[in-house]
């Protein structure tokens, strides 16, 4: 099942913060973070292994709350670079306590960072 | 510049043809990803090779085929394509491949199927 991203879409100002969120139906080992440029690759933001982590990376963090099946992505003092689309992958939880080996990607968040 | 590296940038085919994707990566990683991407999507899994092993094959149509004939190396042999294949076809690769490792994504093949 794709986790659910919100928002879809958030316009800034530079300077302004931004909060997407990502959130699951079922149990889950890991949440990954990637932001893809309009005609570029993914690239690889962070990864959350453990319940209630939080990792910081320059000026975005993110967060994930196991036991809510949720993480966010914390944008402060955007800039004109952050602009292009987040993708929140999980790793559902097998049987066994860890992965199926299978990154899903929620439908992306749109990030536009105006001058 | 992307470590994992994706030939060719674009391709055209007809519903005839068969064509393959190539792509490489000398991170030393020993799990490598197949996705697909279609505008405004995000990237949808296809196969997954772990040790040179096929180990996760997404329900996709035989008409894509994959090899892995090494380590650092992984095809996607394409044929008799629909137009709706049309597609950014991705591929990425990974330390390993149960959650704990980030993906390395190439910058993809446009595929294009007339």
């Known amino acids: 099942q794709q986790p659910v991203q919100s928002p879809q879409a958030v316009i800034l100002r530079e300077g302004e913060d931004a909060v997407i969120n990502c959130s699951s139906s079922?149990?889950?080992?890991?949440v990954h973070w990637y932001r893809q440029k309009h005609g570029e690759a993914p690239v690889f933001l962070m990864i959350l292994l453990k319940g209630g982590e939080q990792k910081g990376h320059d000026k975005i963090s993110a967060s994930f709350n196991e036991k809510k099946q949720q993480s966010s992505l914390y944008l402060t003092a955007s800039q004109l670079s952050y602009s292009g689309t987040y993708f929140c992958g999980t790793h559902k939880t097998n049987a066994g306590g860890t992965s199926y080996g299978k990154l899903t990607f929620g439908q992306g968040t749109i990030l536009t960072v105006h001058p | 510049d992307t470590e994992v590296t994706q030939t060719p940038k674009h391709l055209v085919m007809g519903m005839t043809n068969k064509k393959s994707l190539k792509c490489e990566q000398h991170m030393g990683h020993r799990a490598m990803y197949w996705y697909k991407q279609k505008a405004k999507k995000p990237p949808e899994l296809m196969f997954v090779?772990?040790?040179?092993?096929?180990?996760i094959n997404e329900s996709v149509p035989s008409r894509f085929s994959p090899e892995c004939p090494n380590s650092s190396l992984l095809n996607l042999h394409l044929h008799a394509l629909q137009p709706e294949d049309s597609a950014l076809y991705l591929c990425a690769s990974s330390q390993g491949r149960f959650g704990d490792s980030p993906l390395h994504f190439g910058n993809g093949t446009r595929l294009t199927v007339t």
């Open positions: 090779y772990s040790y040179e092993k096929l180990s």
């Open positions: 079922k149990a889950l080992y890991s």
